[in-house]
C-alpha cells in the first residue's frame, strides 16, 4: 500500500504550525527508495540521492538512515551530507561549472569526484595524475526529459564534456596519467521513457575499452514520478531489468565487473511533499475566479519557472461541488500556480494543498518581496516534527550590512 497523508493530518499540521507550510513523510521517502533497491536487486546498483532536491539535515539524515548514498551538486551539499553522517565513499560530488578549488576541496574530504570541462579534467591531472580516481561527466547529445529547461544531455547544453570532443579526453588521459574511474551522463529530468537510459548506456558500451580503469557507469537521475491523477512515472522495475541485461553484456564482452550508479532526485523526495497554503482572498474577474493564497514563487517557483504541474486540493472543504479556480498568489508578479483547475468550492480561510512539493519546492525559494519562508515538518513514525522553523523578521535583516 502506498504511503500518504490524510487530509486530517495535514489540517492538523496547518493548525499547529501555521502556514505556508512544508510537510514531508518519512515513510513515504523510504517506500520509494525501497522500490528502487527492489528494481535494482539483480543489478545491485547504487543509488545516490541528488540532495539539491531537498537538503534539510533531518530528510539526508533519514536517507543515509535507509543505506541510500548521496549526490551533491556544490561543496556545501557534501559538507551537509558530512554533517548528516554520510562516509566520503558514499558521497558525489557531479557538478559543473564550478572552479577549480571545489573540486579540490572535494578531493580533501575524500568524496567521489565527475568532472564535466575538458579545463577543469586538465587541471585535475596536472595536479593529482593517478593518484586519484575520477568520473568524467559527458554530453551525449540525446534530448529527453519534461522540457527544454530540464533537459541537460542535448547538444545546446552547458552540462558534460561533449561526447565529440572524445579524443580531446583521452589526450588528456593519456597525457596526465588519468585514473578514471567513472562516466557520467544525466540527460535531465522527469525521463519517462527507459529507452533513453538505453541509449546512454549504449555509448558506455562503446566508450568502456577506452579506459581500462573504469568501475562505474553513471545513468545520472531524472526518474519521472506521477504529477497528474492517472499518470504513471518511469518503470523502474523495467529499468532495472535492462541495466542488468547491460551489465552482464558488459561483463561477457570485456571480462570485468562494473557497477551501474544512479542519481535519483525527485523519484526519492517528491511525493512525500505537500505544500498547505491558505486562501487569502476570492476575486471573480469575468468568467475567472481567483483564488488567491499565503504564497507564491517565492515559496514554489517551478509552476512559473518550467510550467510544472502539482495537483492541488482544497482539504478544507472536500465535500462540497467543484468548480474552476485560477490559483495565484500574494506576491507582486505573476504568480500563477494553475489556472481553471477543479477545486472543491473554495471559501476564503480555506486550506489549499500543492502535491508533490518534496523535491525542488522550498529548495527553490526566496525571500521575495521581504516574505518568510515557510516552515518545515517532517511526519515520522504518524509524529510530527519542525524541522525548520518559519522566517522570522529579524531573518530578512540577518546577513545585511547597516552601513546608512
Ligand atoms: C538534478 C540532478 C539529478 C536529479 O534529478 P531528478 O530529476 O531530481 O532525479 C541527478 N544528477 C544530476 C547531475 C543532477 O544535476
Same mark, same amino acid.
Given at each position: 500500500?502506498?504511503?500518504?497523508?490524510?487530509?486530517?493530518?495535514?489540517?492538523?499540521?496547518?493548525?499547529?504550525?501555521?502556514?505556508?507550510?512544508?510537510?514531508?513523510?518519512?515513510?513515504?521517502?523510504?517506500?520509494?527508495?525501497?522500490?528502487?533497491?527492489?528494481?535494482?536487486?539483480?543489478?545491485?546498483?547504487?543509488?545516490?540521492?541528488?540532495?539539491?532536491?531537498?537538503?534539510?539535515?533531518?530528510?539526508?539524515?533519514?536517507?543515509?538512515?535507509?543505506?541510500?548514498?548521496?549526490?551533491?551538486?556544490?561543496?556545501?551539499?557534501?559538507?551537509?551530507?558530512?554533517?548528516?553522517?554520510?562516509?566520503?565513499?558514499?558521497?558525489?560530488?557531479?557538478?559543473?561549472?564550478?572552479?577549480?578549488?571545489?573540486?579540490?576541496?572535494?578531493?580533501?574530504?575524500?568524496?567521489?569526484?565527475?568532472?564535466?570541462?575538458?579545463?577543469?579534467?586538465?587541471?585535475?591531472?596536472?595536479?593529482?595524475?593517478?593518484?586519484?580516481?575520477?568520473?568524467?561527466?559527458?554530453?551525449?547529445?540525446?534530448?529527453?526529459?519534461?522540457?527544454?529547461?530540464?533537459?541537460?544531455?542535448?547538444? $545546446?547544453?552547458?552540462?558534460?564534456?561533449?561526447?565529440?570532443?572524445?579524443?580531446?579526453?583521452?589526450?588528456?588521459?593519456?597525457?596526465?596519467?588519468?585514473?578514471?574511474?567513472?562516466?557520467?551522463?544525466?540527460?535531465?529530468?522527469?525521463?519517462?521513457?527507459?529507452?533513453?537510459?538505453?541509449?546512454?548506456?549504449?555509448?558506455?558500451?562503446? =566508450? +568502456?575499452?577506452?579506459?581500462?580503469?573504469?568501475?562505474?557507469?553513471? =545513468?545520472?537521475?531524472?526518474?519521472?514520478?506521477?504529477?497528474?491523477?492517472?499518470?504513471?512515472?518511469?518503470?523502474?522495475?523495467?529499468?532495472?531489468?535492462?541495466?542488468?541485461?547491460? =551489465?552482464?553484456?558488459?561483463?561477457?564482452?570485456?571480462?570485468?565487473?562494473?557497477?551501474?550508479?544512479?542519481?535519483?532526485?525527485?523519484?526519492?523526495?517528491?511525493?512525500?511533499?505537500?505544500?498547505?497554503?491558505?486562501?487569502?482572498?476570492? $476575486?471573480?474577474?469575468?468568467?475567472?475566479?481567483?483564488?488567491?493564497?499565503?504564497?507564491?514563487?517565492?515559496?514554489?517557483?517551478?509552476?512559473?519557472?518550467?510550467? +510544472?504541474?502539482?495537483?492541488?486540493?482544497?482539504?478544507?472543504?472536500?465535500?462540497?461541488?467543484?468548480?474552476?479556480?485560477?490559483?495565484?498568489?500574494?506576491?507582486?508578479?505573476?504568480?500563477?500556480?494553475?489556472?481553471?483547475?477543479?477545486?472543491?468550492?473554495?471559501?476564503?480561510?480555506?486550506?489549499?494543498?500543492?502535491?508533490?512539493?518534496?523535491?525542488?519546492?522550498?529548495?527553490?525559494?526566496?525571500?521575495?518581496?521581504?516574505?518568510?519562508?515557510?516552515?518545515?515538518?517532517?511526519?515520522?513514525?504518524?509524529?510530527?516534527?519542525?524541522?525548520?522553523?518559519?522566517?522570522?523578521?529579524?531573518?530578512?535583516?540577518?546577513?545585511?550590512?547597516?552601513?546608512?
Amino acid at each position: 500500500m502506498s504511503q500518504s497523508l490524510s487530509n486530517e493530518q495535514l489540517i492538523g499540521i496547518a493548525n499547529e504550525y501555521g502556514t505556508p507550510v512544508y510537510v514531508y513523510h518519512a515513510e513515504k521517502i523510504t517506500e520509494q527508495y525501497q522500490k528502487l533497491q527492489q528494481a535494482f536487486k539483480q543489478s545491485n546498483a547504487k543509488i545516490f540521492y541528488a540532495s539539491k532536491a531537498l537538503t534539510n539535515i533531518n530528510i539526508l539524515k533519514h536517507i543515509r538512515s535507509l543505506g541510500c548514498n548521496i549526490d551533491c551538486s556544490s561543496v556545501n551539499e557534501i559538507h551537509l551530507a558530512i554533517r548528516a553522517g554520510f562516509e566520503p565513499a558514499s558521497i558525489l560530488y557531479t557538478s559543473n561549472g564550478i572552479a577549480f578549488s571545489e573540486i579540490e576541496e572535494a578531493v580533501s574530504l575524500g568524496v567521489n569526484v565527475n568532472i564535466d570541462s575538458l579545463s577543469n579534467l586538465e587541471k585535475f591531472g596536472k595536479k593529482f595524475g593517478h593518484s586519484y580516481p575520477v568520473g568524467i561527466r559527458l554530453r551525449p547529445n540525446i534530448m529527453a526529459g519534461g522540457n527544454l529547461k530540464i533537459s541537460t544531455g542535448h547538444e $545546446k547544453s552547458k552540462f558534460g564534456i561533449p561526447i565529440e570532443q572524445i579524443d580531446k579526453i583521452l589526450a588528456l588521459v593519456q597525457e596526465n596519467n588519468l585514473f578514471i574511474c567513472g562516466l557520467h551522463v544525466h540527460t535531465g529530468s522527469e525521463i519517462k521513457d527507459v529507452s533513453v537510459f538505453m541509449q546512454v548506456a549504449d555509448i558506455f558500451f562503446e =566508450l +568502456a575499452p577506452h579506459f581500462p580503469e573504469l568501475s562505474y557507469l553513471d =545513468l545520472g537521475g531524472g526518474f519521472k514520478v506521477p504529477y497528474q491523477e492517472g499518470e504513471t512515472g518511469t518503470d523502474v522495475s523495467l529499468l532495472g531489468e535492462k541495466v542488468a541485461g547491460v =551489465l552482464n553484456k558488459l561483463k561477457e564482452t570485456y571480462k570485468r565487473d562494473f557497477e551501474a550508479w544512479f542519481e535519483p532526485g525527485k523519484f526519492l523526495v517528491s511525493e512525500a511533499g505537500y505544500f498547505i497554503t491558505e486562501v487569502n482572498v476570492l $476575486k471573480q474577474s469575468g468568467s475567472i475566479i481567483f483564488a488567491g493564497v499565503n504564497s507564491g514563487f517565492n515559496h514554489l517557483i517551478r509552476p512559473m519557472f518550467y510550467e +510544472a504541474y502539482h495537483r492541488i486540493q482544497n482539504i478544507s472543504n472536500p465535500n462540497a461541488p467543484t468548480q474552476l479556480y485560477t490559483i495565484t498568489g500574494n506576491i507582486c508578479e505573476t504568480d500563477t500556480f494553475a489556472s481553471d483547475r477543479a477545486l472543491n468550492e473554495v471559501r476564503e480561510g480555506d486550506r489549499l494543498v500543492f502535491y508533490n512539493a518534496g523535491a525542488y519546492g522550498f529548495e527553490m525559494g526566496s525571500n521575495y518581496n521581504a516574505r518568510f519562508k515557510p516552515a518545515q515538518v517532517l511526519v515520522s513514525k504518524g509524529k510530527s516534527h519542525l524541522i525548520g522553523r518559519r522566517d522570522i523578521f529579524e531573518d530578512l535583516l540577518r546577513n545585511q550590512v547597516e552601513v546608512l
